[in-house]
């Protein structure tokens, strides 16, 4: 083998790992987006999609004894609105995290060891140090990139964890400014311009409003919003729906068909438009007016890019990894926030009045993020595969022909096994 061959590796063997769960399914959502943005930005990746639970896992030990992923638990308990305590609950699901570290670990190892990817990308929270350490301790220098699928960390040991060999990219200057106050240097910080969204959210084409929404039996002259709480719903909607009876209303239920039926025998005064799971919000935002659900990160950033000003609640029962969202709401300008959704026919009435003033800061909003993304990951691997050429490993620090024995080549395959191609 040759020199040139060993410090050469072809840029369309790269194996690029997106780490995810289902947990809510924004973070699984967001990993797909990623993939696909990475897809359209030409990059010569081989893409894998890792479902952390299925590593933990891999016998579906829990199913088995409980009957449901551990994911339909959480899931289910954000369809029916049981979300009050989960702040106290997390600090106990830290702690267990914490208290299985060193087995996580020798999962984790095992799965890098076997799978040796060349960057691995973290949409998850919670589980980052030990992703991290494993993957430094059996792939030295692969880089571990941590992408927050939220607009800002929720301290301690949520998204941002210190003292790791890692890149965070950030979508606020809210989160820039807290991976600083973790001890990162500006290197490993990477700003974007927002959250990850689908591509749908940004090359959705004019349409007919009016004609759409008279194809799907709304009102093409009534103010309309759009009620959405995420892929699983929420009994949230039934509230909300009750307190709207004169306000047109696309309400998204998402997989939970239950909601679904309970809403489209509820009594109105107005059209309403009841959708179970669609690949289509977007289309299904493009005949919206204003938005009204939870301060997800995702549902937000989606319904801004639609231009749709937002009315969301900001209360005890608001997940708390998603409570700064209905700050950066009022910072931004681009709707209203309840203490409780008891106050959404006020709020209505308010966001429609002045709707033009609220729109008009959901277009000074520009994300980029789709086409941020991409390039950011790839200047760290590049940055990485630099390092070594040059060199010099960024976990060691140490000159690469500063080795006790054996030849630079020869030690660079044994140190960093999962890096390099053979020719």
Same mark, same amino acid.
């Given at each position: 083998?040759?020199?040139?061959?060993?410090?050469?590796?072809?840029?369309?063997?790269?194996?690029?790992?997106?780490?995810?769960?289902?947990?809510?399914?924004?973070?699984?959502?967001?990993?797909?987006?990623?993939?696909? #943005?990475?897809?359209?930005?030409?990059?010569?990746?081989? =893409? /894998?999609?890792?479902?952390?639970?299925?590593?933990?896992?891999?016998?579906?030990?829990?199913?088995?004894?409980?009957?449901?992923?551990?994911?339909?638990?959480?899931?289910? *308990?954000?369809?029916?609105?049981? &979300?009050?305590?989960? #702040?106290?609950?997390?600090?106990?699901?830290?702690?267990?995290?914490?208290?299985?570290?060193?087995?996580?670990?020798?999962?984790?190892?095992?799965?890098?060891?076997?799978?040796?990817?060349?960057?691995?990308?973290?949409?998850?929270?919670?589980?980052? /140090?030990?992703?991290?350490? #494993?993957?430094?301790?059996?792939?030295?220098?692969?880089?571990?990139?941590?992408?927050?699928?939220?607009? @800002?960390?929720?301290?301690?040991?949520?998204?941002?964890?210190?003292?790791?060999?890692?890149?965070?990219?950030?979508?606020?200057?809210?989160?820039?400014?807290?991976?600083?106050?973790?001890?990162?240097?500006?290197?490993?910080?990477?700003?974007?311009?927002?959250?990850?969204?689908?591509? $749908?959210?940004?090359?959705?084409?004019?349409?007919?409003?009016?004609?759409?929404?008279?194809?799907?039996?709304?009102?093409?002259?009534?103010?309309?919003?759009?009620?959405?709480?995420?892929?699983?719903?929420?009994?949230?909607?039934?509230?909300?729906?009750?307190?709207?009876?004169?306000?047109?209303?696309?309400? #998204?239920?998402?997989?939970?068909?239950?909601?679904?039926?309970?809403?489209?025998?509820?009594?109105?005064?107005?059209?309403?438009? =009841?959708?179970?799971? &669609?690949?289509?919000?977007?289309?299904?935002?493009?005949?919206?007016?204003?938005?009204?659900?939870?301060?997800?990160?995702?549902?937000?950033?989606?319904?801004?890019?639609?231009?749709?000003?937002?009315?969301? =609640?900001?209360? *005890?029962?608001?997940?708390?990894?998603?409570?700064?969202?209905?700050?950066?709401?009022?910072?931004?300008?681009?709707?209203?926030?309840?203490?409780?959704?008891?106050?959404? $026919?006020?709020? =209505?009435?308010?966001?429609?009045?002045?709707?033009? *003033?609220?729109? @008009?800061?959901?277009?000074?909003? *520009?994300?980029?993020?789709?086409?941020?993304?991409?390039?950011?990951?790839?200047?760290?691997?590049?940055?990485?595969?630099?390092?070594?050429?040059?060199?010099?490993?960024?976990?060691?620090?140490?000159?690469?022909?500063?080795?006790?024995?054996? &030849?630079?080549?020869?030690?660079?395959? /044994?140190?960093?096994?999962?890096?390099?191609? /053979?020719?």
């Amino acid at each position: 083998m040759t020199r040139a061959a060993l410090l050469s590796p072809r840029p369309s063997d790269r194996t690029v790992d997106l780490v995810y769960f289902n947990a809510g399914g924004g973070h699984r959502a967001s990993a797909l987006a990623l993939e696909a #943005a990475i897809h359209r930005a030409g990059l010569p990746w081989a =893409v /894998r999609l890792v479902n952390l639970r299925e590593v933990l896992d891999p016998k579906d030990s829990f199913r088995k004894l409980t009957g449901m992923d551990p994911e339909d638990v959480y899931n289910k *308990r954000l369809a029916r609105g049981w &979300t009050l305590g989960l #702040a106290q609950e997390l600090k106990l699901l830290q702690g267990m995290i914490r208290w299985g570290h060193s087995t996580l670990l020798r999962q984790l190892q095992q799965h890098w060891l076997a799978t040796e990817p060349d960057m691995v990308v973290s949409l998850i929270p919670n589980f980052n /140090r030990a992703l991290c350490e #494993a993957l430094a301790s059996t792939l030295p220098g692969v880089p571990f990139v941590t992408v927050l699928t939220d607009l @800002a960390d929720h301290p301690p040991n949520f998204w941002i964890e210190k003292g790791l060999d890692q890149h965070f990219v950030c979508g606020s200057p809210r989160a820039v400014q807290q991976a600083r106050e973790a001890g990162y240097s500006d290197d490993r910080i990477h700003a974007s311009s927002g959250m990850l969204i689908r591509s $749908a959210f940004h090359d959705a084409k004019p349409i007919d409003r009016a004609a759409a929404r008279i194809s799907t039996g709304l009102d093409p002259d009534r103010p309309t919003g759009i009620v959405l709480f995420g892929g699983q719903g929420s009994k949230a909607m039934l509230g909300i729906a009750k307190r709207l009876p004169d306000t047109q209303l696309i309400l #998204a239920c998402g997989h939970n068909a239950k909601l679904a039926h309970v809403l489209r025998a509820l009594p109105s005064r107005a059209p309403r438009l =009841v959708l179970e799971f &669609t690949p289509d919000i977007a289309r299904y935002m493009q005949l919206a007016d204003f938005f009204i659900g939870k301060p997800g990160p995702g549902s937000l950033s989606e319904a801004v890019q639609m231009r749709l000003p937002v009315i969301v =609640v900001r209360n *005890r029962w608001t997940l708390p990894q998603e409570r700064y969202n209905a700050q950066w709401v009022r910072e931004q300008g681009v709707g209203l926030v309840c203490a409780s959704f008891a106050k959404v $026919a006020k709020a =209505v009435d308010e966001l429609t009045l002045h709707l033009e *003033r609220y729109r @008009a800061a959901t277009r000074g909003i *520009r994300n980029e993020a789709i086409v941020e993304l991409p390039r950011i990951l790839q200047s760290i691997l590049e940055g990485r595969t630099l390092e070594l050429q040059f060199g010099c490993t960024r976990a060691s620090g140490r000159p690469a022909g500063s080795w006790e024995s054996g &030849t630079t080549e020869e030690k660079l395959w /044994r140190n960093h096994p999962g890096m390099w191609r /053979r020719a």
